[in-house]
């Protein structure tokens, strides 16, 4: 047993009329301690009857005794507290005079007066726990509840434990500091390891040791915040069907990780906005950099080693559908149905982006390895992997490359990734890089690759980016350069995606306001038309399309006085 555990149960079966303080850090489970407490001693407590009070709202000495008096129990009913019991808990003599005397005393001047000091008289042979000192209204001063628990210590033969956090309490100077020493007879401090918080919220947690060992990590001993991550970690583990064990590893560092960003403060390494955009890597400053620079460096640099010595490298897509949904701070069927596809797709990469991880790894901690075994180990990593990279990775692996003195692998690795990245063309917009590339090489290619996207990227890629994303000037050129045999093709196609959809978004090219104009003014009315008569075509092919159609087709006026203004 803990020396805290052992002084709160040595207290709490004391016969010795005293008050002590049990404080800890925010969230830490003080009062989760002292409920435990309360559990295994209930038969043996040192006093007759039970009272727990919250401080929290009480804004005047009055409310406060009301409230210990309204909570007042049986010893052996102490573990209950907080709830509803029959009055038949509390003092009899009082609480039957009460009731008894309620008409009589509704109609006596000053009947509230009688009814606090009977409601005081009945607080006597009483252990008492008032918490979230800290929090308490400032109607209600330092000094009233200090003086209470002291007269309910010397005068009605009680017992008080005060919970509170000191972190949020006044310094030298206040009322609590001037006057614990005459008050307390001592003050126990909870600092407990996280192994030991994270057993208050997930028991032995056999099942869930991936999430459990990253908040161990993190070095977590804030109840609430393990609380949160457990929330998300059970409701992901429910609505994911993924099996793969690397991929659940990597869930459970981003939700740990992402909950502390969201609601620990300065507890957390790295913000969510931050972690969001989080490659790995810090840029060295050119010669000349300012002081500010360098302190601003430093710090990045410390950030990026506590996030690998935790294991987290860079965020995925994954990472950021996790991160999305901690960041809304509730779930829904859009934000799980995003994780879910984004889980499916890395599933299948998983094995491959572990290498890499593991690569980035060796570099940074294993300094048993020589320089070849290293770049090595980036070579087989990136050939499994290479399909799957962005470009900020490929950024960070070519200036890994560069400082390496490595120039002419960092060149071939361009040529190679803009050569796949030109045949898939899945960088679908410019503005989805989460930052520009540092590196010439990457950023002229990036150019070319953009500068041939109306002619070369797809007219399935570009609508499936505008259904999905927004527009852009890169996506909307595509559908200015397609004919209307080049609709007609893809709309016919059995490939088409959601074809309502697709139909719906290009109709609304014939809006005074859209967004293709938004994107390529003046490009609106041509996609409306080449998009209109493809559809007129398929219509025509037989009865049953133009049935089906019917709903979609309402614009044949339109069509028609543009094609004779043209």
């Not at 981003?254 to 957390?268: D, F, K, M, Q």
């Not at 969510?272 to 601003?296: D, I, K, R």
């Not at 979609?552 to 543009?562: K, V």
Request: aromatic share 10%.
């Amino acid at each position: 047993m803990s020396v805290v555990k052992e002084a709160l149960e040595n207290f709490a079966v004391s016969s010795e009329r005293s008050a002590i303080v049990l404080k800890g850090k925010w969230g830490v489970g003080k009062t989760f301690l002292w409920e435990g407490v309360l559990k295994r001693k209930k038969e043996s407590l040192g006093a007759t009857y039970y009272s727990y009070v919250s401080l929290f709202g009480l804004s005047s000495l009055k409310e406060l005794k009301r409230t210990i008096y309204e909570n007042l129990l049986k010893k052996e009913h102490a573990a209950d507290s907080g709830g509803v019991r029959s009055v038949e808990d509390r003092l009899e003599s009082i609480a039957g005079f009460l009731r008894r005397n309620t008409k009589l005393l509704s109609g006596v001047k000053g009947a509230g007066a009688i009814v606090d000091t009977y409601q005081a008289a009945a607080i006597h042979d009483a252990l008492i726990c008032i918490d979230d000192f800290e929090r308490k209204s400032k109607g209600l001063s330092d000094a009233e509840v200090l003086g209470l628990i002291s007269m309910l210590v010397e005068k009605r033969n009680c017992k008080v434990i005060l919970i509170l956090n000191e972190d949020e309490l006044g310094g030298e100077g206040s009322e609590f500091s001037e006057y614990r020493e005459k008050v307390f007879s001592y003050e126990v401090e909870y600092q407990p390891a996280s192994a030991e918080s994270v057993r208050v919220v997930f028991g032995d947690g056999a099942e869930q040791k991936d999430i459990i060992d990253r908040v161990v990590k993190l070095g977590l001993t804030n109840v609430r915040l393990i609380r949160k991550i457990k929330f998300y970690y059970d409701y992901l583990r429910d609505a994911v069907k993924v099996q793969n064990a690397r991929l659940w590893s990597d869930i459970s560092s981003t939700i740990a990780l992402a909950v502390l960003a969201r609601y620990g403060g300065e507890l957390s390494p790295i913000t969510l906005e931050e972690l969001e955009h989080f490659e790995g890597t810090v840029e060295t400053p050119l010669g000349g950099a300012t002081g500010s620079e360098l302190e601003e460096l430093e710090a990045k640099q410390a950030q990026v080693q506590t996030l690998r010595n935790y294991g987290y490298f860079f965020t995925s897509d994954l990472d950021r559908a996790v991160i999305s949904l901690v960041r809304q701070g509730y779930v829904d069927s859009e934000l799980i149905s995003n994780i879910a596809a984004a889980a499916e797709h890395q599933a299948g990469i998983a094995d491959a982006e572990y290498e890499y991880r593991m690569a980035w790894m060796d570099y940074h901690n294993n300094f048993s390895k020589t320089q070849e075994t290293i770049f090595e180990s980036f070579r087989l990593a990136l050939d499994s992997y290479f399909e799957h990279m962005s470009v900020e990775r490929l950024d960070g692996v070519v200036h890994l490359y560069r400082d390496m003195g490595m120039n002419d692998e960092a060149n071939a690795l361009i040529i190679r990734f803009f050569e796949n990245l030109n045949r898939v063309r899945t960088l679908a917009d410019r503005e989805d890089l989460w930052d520009e590339p540092r590196d010439e090489r990457i950023r002229a290619a990036l150019d070319n690759y953009f500068a041939g996207f109306g002619s070369t990227m797809s007219l399935k890629v570009a609508l499936e980016h505008l259904l999905t994303k927004r527009s852009t000037a890169a996506s909307v050129a595509v559908l200015c350069n397609s004919s209307s045999a080049d609709f007609l093709d893809y709309l016919t196609s059995p490939t088409t995606t959601d074809f309502k959809a697709v139909v719906k978004l290009l109709l609304s090219a014939s809006g005074s306001s859209n967004i293709f104009d938004d994107a390529v003014p003046g490009s609106a009315k041509g996609i409306f038309m080449n998009a209109y008569e493809a559809l007129r075509m398929i219509r025509s092919k037989s009865r049953l399309n133009e049935h089906r159609l019917a709903p979609l087709m309402t614009m044949d006026e339109q069509y028609e006085s543009y094609q004779n203004i043209l």
